[in-house]
């Protein structure tokens, strides 16, 4: 029953103070019946804008009242009891919860001079009285600390005084702010105690203030796994205690080890006796009861999982037994070995430690060991998860449709735990998961996954594969497997080269990577304690607000003192001064704090408060926040639904066949699904009919499954390489070889042998010279046959194929065209895409079945094709000088254009602790997309990292493990590349930002600019503008800096800037230029020379300027064939440039002796214009083109 209920906030306006701080009185209110308060619509008034701010800002002690309750029911003893703790969790329909933590203590029913009696006499009788203290936030540690402080002050205070005590103890803890998510603790005084307010490590996790390791000490880790197992499959579980306060404890822990996944059904951890009904619902739920309960609940109810926390036990209501399937042995086995290093005995650990004689130091390093401790627990737990689902879960996810394939999921999994995960799959904690995933949240689960994947994992793309030569020995030595062979093996897409040595596994025990020892190894990291100020010794109006006046005045402090070391500590600090002038309704100052986290830290953003700030904004304080529109800045909100893969009921057109294609992740390139809707609907009006759509889907599914039971024998293997699939295999038919099967890998052709199987090599497709069909005598008739020529063998190879003769015809000839295509364009790209296409063309044959399905499958022979269409020979200069080719659209639906590359060394993103970093590539592509990639082996690292909607113009990487971005939106976004999310943003650019450079004779200078003329020098480390520069001209392109002075490209001259931002030179455009309205597109300054060198988009010649004479004519360089300069690029002794050829869409990289002045190279590598070009140490350059052709060509420099 609720005798008092006490609610924030405690002070107000002078003129309401009296009526606010008024008791409430001894009104008997109901828990359940209690009134909602409805915030007013319009503009709050004088008496009523307090409630209005509290209901926006996160306090420590935010919609707090103080109550009785009592679980066990009212307690009437003859002795008086000492007082204890136990905690509640409160959930409402909406999901959200309340914590609370009581206190329980004993007061004589007579009523005497002081609320405790000490040596009270025998015959008097006492009552149970408790104290709650309810919160947001589960604070359950700092509570508890805090009802200890206020039980001092009640043992010596008189009954008559307990409600004004209580109510300051109350006031004064609503003025403590909750710490924002980060590594910033408050600290605050609460005598005799120092009680310390954690933060959350993520603004999307909980706080974690209670001892994580309570289920160690009550439960083995096997059981510990069993209760989690059940919690993951929505099981009705139950807590028993005598104790109430191990309940809610124990509850609170096992759903933290649950991270990322988050419970979503009903969640009681404490059932008054009342209130034991609820056991009887029928949907599944986590609640808590009093042991005393144990036996009746088990002989009343059926299928609940008990848990005995005293006992350490874990049974059902029928039986001993849990008859649920198991967690993964493998990821259970791991998750046992790693509970037992983890050291839970307090005691033992600081044993060997002088004994502390000062409370509030002993409780420090008990917070220290145990925050150690909890990290420690975290990390096992998270292991946990991230082993049960990790890779496999994402691989049949389709990001753009949002799409999982449960189905395609769990025929990957093992036969003994298939159980487990259709359970899982069910369940709401895995479809909220399944959500965060194809938002691509990159959370704890996200970011250990990324971090123990292998270098080859992070370069594959999300599609399905076959199992390598390696995959299949790995097997063989887990267990015996018979040789099954099958006519029809096959995933989509092979490994990308020759001599990469891929290692996937799956479907076995040795085929899960965990995260190794050394991950769990890491220490948390550095913790921040900010002191608040002492409260006020009155809680009066203006008593509060000089106390909130002194700590803005810290927080000022603090900020001054941290802006050039810690960023993500000054945006804590921004963040709590927001708070603390919200409260104080300095609305422009509040504003202006949480704007400065987008130079800080965009992850704390509070979108909802400051849209709150803006609505409640009076006239002129709107009039001066709409001078800066930044400050209206949202956060869109991201699709979150998800979807289960159907097959199509109806006619397909070819938009709808493009959807259902890529959401069963067959193929997501959209030109091949166009030549595959054409064979599919071959002789249809250009309609696919949904039943051969699910002949043709179901052909594929079965190709999959099959591939995966194939074995071969150890003397095949062995000629094999480690990366080696096969892809196709024939019948038995006879050969010029023997009897045999003809077997397709990415490489090779080769022939299994009947009988004892053998292997014998029919050709390399790189080595095939012509491939027909032909008719070979068979008794008194001719059959088909396929001949293939191969260089250095002078005998033809034939084979009776029969009826397979046209379909292996297609195919081998595609996989030639398309392994001539990659060696002579040095691009991996060309054999992926004809090894998709031949699955292609075996799925479209085996679903037709007509005489026409060899003329509907040579609709897919692309590169077949195109050889005769194309010129298969690249120029000697270009072969020779070309390295490698990339594709950063490989992960989209469509190729996308290259607009900006960056290279950053391997120590951009080393520190003290770790090894060396690999050098990384960064490619920004159209609508805001960054792709990154491992420069070492140019494998992809991170698929995407989104920095707005808009094109990005230029990046830049920075020593301080930072890379900027500046973007047609006008914003400079900031990336941290050890999370590689984007993290920071500055926004004091008004037009879209063109360029950025920095001082290399200073680093810690930086500039940026706008086309509309504005240039910006940044302080890199404080991310302030040190200097604003304006150039006046239509528009500015690009900036470089060279020995300390800017240099600025304008449309008609380039601009040689002092440090005072005056112009020193300036070199303007030919007059013969000026008439054809043509502008600078790009230009190089040689230093030591002398000299810069122009180029114009338009303009066939390229201009040479000696800087010592720049209104002297330049001498210029003709470059014909072309139509202009996009970019140019010194590397060592050379000026590489892209051209435009005139009347196409390729352009060529050519390569100019600065001496000489004459062209050196001309290198064609794409097939659409050139739009940027980076240098690698000056090893490589590499060039970025458009849409049309989309890829990154490496090249090498002499």
């Not at 209005?52 to 009212?74: A, D």
């Not at 609709?859 to 000697?876: R, T």
């Amino acid at each position: 029953e609720v005798l008092h209920v006490l609610v924030p906030p405690f002070v107000s306006r002078p003129q309401a103070e009296s009526e606010t701080l008024r008791p409430r009185g001894k009104r008997r209110r109901s828990f359940l019946r209690k009134k909602r308060e409805q915030l007013p619509s319009s503009a709050p008034t004088p008496g009523t804008e307090n409630v209005l701010v509290y209901s926006q800002i996160q306090t420590f002690m935010n919609n707090e009242c103080i109550f009785v309750f009592l679980p066990g029911g009212l307690q009437v003893t003859s002795e008086q009891k000492d007082e204890e703790f136990h905690f509640l969790v409160f959930t409402n329909v909406f999901g959200n919860k309340t914590h609370g933590v009581v206190m329980q203590c004993y007061r004589p029913i007579q009523e005497g001079t002081s609320f405790y009696q000490n040596g009270a006499d025998s015959s008097k009788l006492f009552s149970a009285y408790s104290f709650c203290v309810i919160s947001k936030y589960p604070f359950f540690t700092a509570l508890k600390d805090c009802l200890s402080c206020l039980l001092i002050q009640l043992k010596t205070c008189r009954l008559s005084d307990m409600e004004d005590r209580v109510k300051e103890f109350a006031a004064k803890l609503t003025l403590v702010p909750v710490p924002p998510p980060g590594q910033l603790h408050l600290m605050f005084e609460l005598r005799p105690l120092t009680i310390i307010l954690p933060a959350k490590e993520d603004r999307d996790l909980p706080a974690v203030d209670l001892d994580l390791h309570l289920p160690f000490l009550c439960l083995r880790p096997q059981q510990l796994l069993q209760v989690i197992c059940c919690l993951l499959q929505e099981q009705r579980v139950v807590l028993f205690s005598a104790d109430w306060s191990r309940l809610t404890l124990m509850a609170e822990c096992l759903l933290l080890f649950l991270q990322p996944l988050s419970w979503q059904q009903p969640y009681v951890p404490v059932l008054a006796r009342g209130m034991l009904d609820f056991l009887m619902a029928p949907t599944a739920f986590l609640m808590g009861c009093h042991l005393s309960h144990f036996a009746e609940v088990a002989a009343e109810t059926e299928d609940l999982i008990l848990i005995n926390i005293d006992k350490g036990t874990v049974c059902t209501s029928s039986s001993d037994t849990i008859d649920l399937p198991d967690i993964p042995p493998a990821a259970a086995e791991c998750f046992t070995q790693r509970c037992q290093s983890l050291k839970i005995h307090f005691d033992l650990d600081h044993w060997r430690h002088a004994s502390s004689t000062d409370i509030n130091e002993q409780r420090t390093q008990r917070r220290t060991w145990q925050q150690n401790l909890n990290h420690n627990i975290q990390r096992v737990a998270l292991e946990l998860i991230v082993n049960i689902f990790r890779l496999d879960v994402s691989d049949h996810l389709n990001y753009e449709h949002r799409v999982f394939h449960s189905e395609e999921f769990l025929k990957t999994r093992e036969p003994a735990e298939q159980l487990f995960y259709k359970k899982v799959l069910e369940t709401h904690i895995f479809h909220s998961f399944l959500k965060d995933r194809l938002n691509k949240k990159m959370d704890n689960f996200a970011r250990m996954e990324l971090g123990t994947r292998s270098e080859i994992m992070k370069a594959m793309v999300e599609v399905p594969r076959r199992p390598t030569m390696q995959e299949i020995q790995a097997r063989r030595k887990s267990s015996v497997t018979e040789i099954r062979l099958s006519k029809r093996l096959g995933m989509s897409l092979p490994n990308l080269g020759d001599d990469q040595t891929i290692s996937f596994q799956r479907n076995s025990l040795l085929t899960r990577i965990f995260v190794p020892d050394p991950g769990l190894k890491s220490p948390p990291k550095p913790v921040k304690v900010f002191k608040l100020p002492d409260f006020p010794a009155s809680l009066s109006f203006h008593s509060v607000q000089s106390y909130y006046s002194e700590l803005i005045q810290q927080l000022g402090k603090a900020i001054f003192t941290v802006q050039n070391e810690n960023s993500a500590l000054l945006a804590r600090f921004y963040y709590l001064r927001g708070l603390i002038n919200t409260l104080c309704s300095r609305r422009l100052d509040a504003l202006s704090d949480f704007q400065n986290l987008y130079k800080t830290d965009t992850a704390i953003f509070p979108t909802h408060l400051v849209t709150f700030l803006v609505d409640s904004l009076h006239r002129d304080e709107r009039q001066q926040a709409q001078r800066r529109p930044e400050l209206k800045r949202l956060i869109l909100k991201p699709d979150d639904h998800v979807k289960k893969f159907q097959l199509p009921r109806q006619q397909l057109h070819q938009d709808e066949f493009v959807r259902c294609i890529q959401e069963c992740r067959i193929v997501k390139d959209v030109t091949t699904i166009h030549r595959l809707f054409e064979a599919l609907a071959d002789g249809q009006p250009q309609k696919v009919d949904p039943e051969l759509f699910k002949i043709f889907y179901t052909f594929w599914k079965e190709a999959e499954a099959e591939a995966q039971d194939v074995s071969l024998p150890s003397e095949v293997i062995d000629h094999l390489d480690y990366s080696e699939c096969v892809y196709k295999l024939s019948s038995c038919v006879k050969t010029s070889l023997g009897v045999g099967k003809i077997a397709m890998t990415q490489k090779r052709l080769f022939l299994l042998t009947e009988g004892r199987p053998g292997f014998l090599e029919i050709t390399k497709f790189r080595d095939i010279q012509e491939v027909k069909v032909a008719t070979a005598p068979f008794l008194l008739v001719r059959i088909p046959s396929l001949r293939i020529q191969t260089s250095g063998r002078p005998e033809t190879f034939e084979a009776n194929l029969k009826t397979e003769t046209e379909l292996w015809n297609l195919v081998v000839k595609e996989m030639w065209a398309g392994r001539k295509m990659a060696d002579q364009h040095k691009d991996p790209q060309y054999m992926t895409q004809a090894l998709t296409n031949v699955l292609l063309m075996d799925a479209v044959t085996g679903s037709l079945q007509t005489q026409r399905s060899i003329a509907a499958a040579s609709k897919l022979a692309y590169f077949d094709k195109i050889k005769h269409e194309v010129p298969m020979m690249v120029p000697k200069t270009t072969s020779e000088t070309l390295k490698h080719k990339i594709n950063p659209s490989l992960d989209l639906a469509e190729p996308q254009t290259v607009h900006v590359l960056l290279y950053t060394p391997g120590q951009l993103t080393c520190n003290d602790s770790e090894a060396e970093m690999n050098p990384k590539l960064w490619v920004a592509l159209s609508g805001g997309r960054v792709v990154v990639f491992d420069a070492a082996s140019w494998s992809m690292l991170q698929a995407c990292i989104q920095v707005g909607e808009s094109q990005v113009n230029c990046m830049m990487g920075l020593v301080q493990e930072q890379v900027w971005i500046g973007s047609q939106d006008s914003v400079i976004y900031i990336i941290d590349t050890h999370s590689m999310s984007c993290n920071k943003q500055l926004t004091e650019h008004r037009q879209e930002v063109t360029s950025l450079a920095m001082d290399t004779r200073d680093l810690q200078l930086t500039y940026s600019c706008s086309c509309d003329g504005s240039i910006l020098q940044w302080d890199s480390s404080s991310l302030k503008v040190k200097r604003q520069f304006h150039l006046n001209c239509q528009r500015l392109s690009s900036i470089q800096v060279h020995d300390g002075t800017l240099w600025c490209c304008c449309d008609d001259s380039i601009v040689e800037l002092k440090k005072s931002g005056t112009a020193q030179r300036r070199i303007t455009l030919p007059s013969d230029l000026r008439s054809t309205s043509s502008s600078f597109s790009s230009f190089v300054v040689i230093p030591e020379r002398g000299q810069v060198w122009t180029g114009c988009a338009d303009s066939v010649d390229l201009c040479l300027w000696q800087t010592n004479n720049h209104r002297h004519p330049p001498k210029r360089i003709s470059l014909p064939g072309t139509s202009g300069v996009t970019c140019m690029i010194r590397v060592k002794d050379q000026v590489s440039y892209d051209r435009e050829c005139d009347g196409q869409l390729r352009s060529q990289v050519l390569v100019v002796d600065p001496q000489s002045h004459a062209v050196e190279k001309e290198l064609q590598g794409h097939s659409d214009s050139i739009q940027t070009l980076c240098s690698a140490e000056d090893r490589y350059v590499l060039s970025g083109s458009a849409r049309r052709d989309g890829k990154i060509a490496i090249w090498k420099v002499e």
